[in-house]
């Protein structure tokens, strides 16, 4: 048994676990010997995944498919709370709308806020209220959580209130020797935004694999409240943080976004 399975138990619950960052959490948990409760909404990938990793590491796995962006969808993962010892608990699940504001309907601005913002909060409430014993807490910001972000408005915005509320919970949960860490990556190769036609070629950023994000935080739980994943994305966040003026990074941000977008969107 791990270090990291000794440490919270045996069960984790991963959202958004079907692809991205979200898989590579469910790859790397099943490697420590972590059981999975795998959310999202594809459920056919997620029972592929999930047999895979079972055959693998000998671990067992729940699938259990939701829309988080649905409010109502919610209730069947309370139950799995009361049902089973999930120790660890990583609000992956996340949702940003590139584009100018208002081109987006008022519907998906709504869903866009209930998955990034009201989901995790509800998830970590029956998490904490549920589990007595030491527990993990992991929630996915970004580097745009620093700074308002032109073409990402609300997803800047609901990272900024995912960073804010993980850091406030790191100091509180301590104090009953539970872990929280913010994982606030910059540009990572996921399916997040949703749109083929947007050409990241032309953000002139790096670009880091899912799979090295992931196991950054793994690692890191437990020893400060917030991790940035690599270099370039730490200088630019202390560069956000400490010197840039607010503005000129507001503005620097939407210039190279601005390229990349459809017409459509813009």
Not at 107 to 116: F, G, V
Not at 179 to 197: E, R
Request: glycine share 8%; proline share 5%.
């Amino acid at each position: 048994m791990s270090k990291k399975n000794e440490k919270y138990g045996n069960w984790a619950m991963v959202t958004g676990a079907s692809s991205g960052i979200g898989l590579a959490f469910c790859k790397q948990l099943a490697e420590k010997g972590y059981n999975l409760v795998m959310v999202a909404r594809s459920v056919e990938k997620m029972e592929k995944e999930a047999s895979e990793l079972m055959g693998k590491y000998k671990v067992d796995t729940k699938v259990i498919g939701v829309d988080l962006s649905d409010a109502k969808a919610l209730s069947p993962l309370e139950h799995v709370f009361t049902q089973l010892n999930i120790a660890l608990l990583v609000n992956n699940a996340g949702w940003g709308q590139p584009g100018v504001f208002k081109k987006h309907t008022l519907d998906n601005c709504l869903r866009e806020t209930q998955l990034n913002i009201n989901t995790p909060l509800t998830l970590t409430k029956w998490f904490i209220d549920n589990n007595s014993e030491r527990k993990g807490l992991i929630f996915l910001s970004s580097i745009a959580a620093y700074m308002g972000s032109p073409y990402l408005a609300n997803y800047s915005a609901c990272k900024a209130w995912t960073l804010n509320f993980g850091v406030s919970l790191y100091h509180e949960l301590k104090e009953e020797g539970s872990d929280v860490l913010v994982l606030a990556p910059g540009p990572t190769k996921t399916g997040m935004f949703g749109i083929d036609n947007i050409d990241f070629s032309k953000i002139p950023m790096h670009w880091m694999k899912a799979e090295d994000v992931a196991k950054l935080a793994i690692k890191n739980l437990g020893k400060k409240p917030v991790t940035v994943p690599g270099l370039i994305n730490k200088i630019m966040k202390f560069m956000m943080a400490k010197i840039m003026p607010r503005s000129f990074a507001q503005k620097m941000f939407g210039s190279m976004m601005k390229p990349a977008m459809p017409n459509s969107i813009l």
